[in-house]
C-alpha cells in the first residue's frame, strides 16, 4: 500500500468512495425492492390467512350446516322414527279403537237385543196378565149370568129382581133384596154368590168395630176416641181407617171376633136354601187391619142384610126367607133370633154415620140420600179381585128393605156398589114410606154453622173411593192405617188433613145407658101387636117432632137461615 502513488491512492479512494455510494444505492433500492417484494406477499398472506379464515368460517359454518342437517336430519331421522312409532302406535291405536269401538257396538247391541228381549217378554207378560185378567173377568161375567140363569125364582118379586138384574148390567156380582123387619127375601140375583159363597167384608166389617166399641166405651157418648180427633159419624161416612184400628186395637182381636159371632157373622143365617156358607171370623189375629179391612174375615151378602137389619132395627135378628109357594106367601111371618142383648144406643149411634155415608160420603154420588138410604161401603182386595161392598137400608127411619151389593172385578169398589143399589132403590121407591119426625130425631141434625163447603167438597172427592186397599195402607197421612202412638201425656193424633166440623151430630139420642133387660122391639111384629111391642112411655126414642125443612139446596150450611132445618117440639 506505501508503493502506491497519491494519485493511485486517490482514485483508488475516489473508486471505492464511487463503489460504496453505489453500494449505499443499492442497498437502498434492494430495500425497497425488498420492502416492494414484502408488502405482496403479506397481503397475498393475509388475503390467505383472510381466505383461510373465511374458509375456515365456511369450514365451520359448512361444519355447523353439516352438524346442524345433521342434527337437523338426526331429528327428522328420530321423527321420523319417532313418526314411524307414533303411526305404529297410532295404527295400532286405531286398531284397538276400531276393536274397542266395535266390542262396544257389539255389547250395546247385546245389550240392545237383551232389553228389546226383556221389553218383549214384559210386554209378553203384561199382555198374559191382562189376558188373563181379561179372562178372569169375563169368567166373572160369565159366572154371574150362568148363575143368574140357574136361580130359583120361585117366590120372589119379579119386578124387583127385574131391576137388580138391570141395575147390576155387565158386572160381575151379586144382589140381596130383603124385608128388614121380617126376613122375607124380595129377590136374591146371583143365588150361588149370595148363599153359598164368602166374600171378604172389606170396610163394612167398621159396623161391628163400631157397635163394639160403642158397647166397651171406646168410643164415648159423643163418637169420640182418644188420640183422634174424626168423631164416629165422619169416620163412618168416610170410611176412615186409622179411626177404627184405634178402636179395635183398644178391644183386642178376642172381643171383636166375639162381638162379630154376636151380630151374625161366623155363623148360618137360617134361610130356608141348600149349601148356605157359614162365613169365618178371625182366630187369634190382632192385627188392626182386622178391625177396618176384615182380614181373616169372611162373609155371605145374606149375613150382611141381617146385620145391617138389626142395626136399624135395634138388634133384631131376621132370619132370611124365601117364599117357596103361595100358601107360604098368605100365611108368611117372619123369623127372629134372639135378640142381640146390647143397649139400644149402640145401635142407634151407628146410624147417623150410615146415614152419613149416602149423604156426603163414600156412597154419596150413587144413590138417592132423599129416600132415607143408610149403609156402609167397603172396597178391597179379595180372591185375586177387587170387591165393591155396599150394605143399606131404607128407609133409615123405618126399614123396609134391607139391600145389599157385591161386585167383583177390576175396577170395581165400593161406591159403584152402592150405584147398583141406588137404582134398585129407585124401583122400590113407591114403597119407601118416610117418617120425617123418626128421621131427623136420628140425625138429631143442627144447621152447619161455620161449615168450609170447599172443605166438604175436597174431602168428598178424596175420600169416596172408600181408600182403604192394601196399596192405601201405606198413605203417608195417617188415613189408611192407624200406629199406636207413643203413650206420653198430651200427645193427640190427628188424622188426615185438618177436618171440617163434624156434619151429622153423633150425640146419642137415648144418652143414658140402657140394660139388655129394658130394650124392647122398636118396631111392630108380625102378629101386628102394637101394644105389647111398642116402648113404654118415658123411653121413647123418637120423640115427636115438626120439621120444617128446605131440601133445594145440599149444603145447608150456604142456604138462609130462614130455610135451614128447624126443629120444634110439640108442646
Known sequence: MKLMCPATRLSLGFFASILIIFGLFAGVAAQRRGSSNKKPVAKKTLAKAKDARKGSRKEKATAQDTRRDSKKDSKKEKSTARDRRDNKKDTKSKAELRRIEAERRREEAIRRAAALAEQRRREEAARIARERKLAFERGLRMTTVENISKDNTDGEDLRVRQAAVDALGSRAGTVVVMEAQTGKVVTIVNQDWAIRNGFKPCSTIKLVTGVAGLNENAIDGEGNVSNVRMKLDDAIAFSNNAYFQRVGSNLGGSKMTSYARTLGLGEPTGINADGEFAGRVPNGNNNPRIYSHGDDFEVTPLQLAVLVSEISNNGKKVVPQIVKSRSEYTNFHGKYRPSVALPQRDFEGMLPGMIGAAQYGTAHRGVNAGLGIAGKTGSCIGKGSWVGLFASVAPVENPKYAVVVITRGQGERGKYAAAVAGKIYDALSPQLKRDPARYQAILDLRPRTGVDSRAITAMKDEDDDDSDSADADNASDGRSTWVPPAKRSGDEVIVG?????????????????????????????????PAANKMSPGKTSFPPVVITYKKDTDDDSQAPASQRPRIVKNP
Open 497 to 529: 188433613k185438618p177436618l171440617i166440623k163434624r156434619t151429622v151430630d153423633s150425640k146419642p139420642i137415648n144418652p143414658q145407658p140402657v140394660k139388655p133387660a129394658d130394650v124392647k122391639p122398636a118396631f111392630p111384629a108380625p102378629d101386628n101387636k
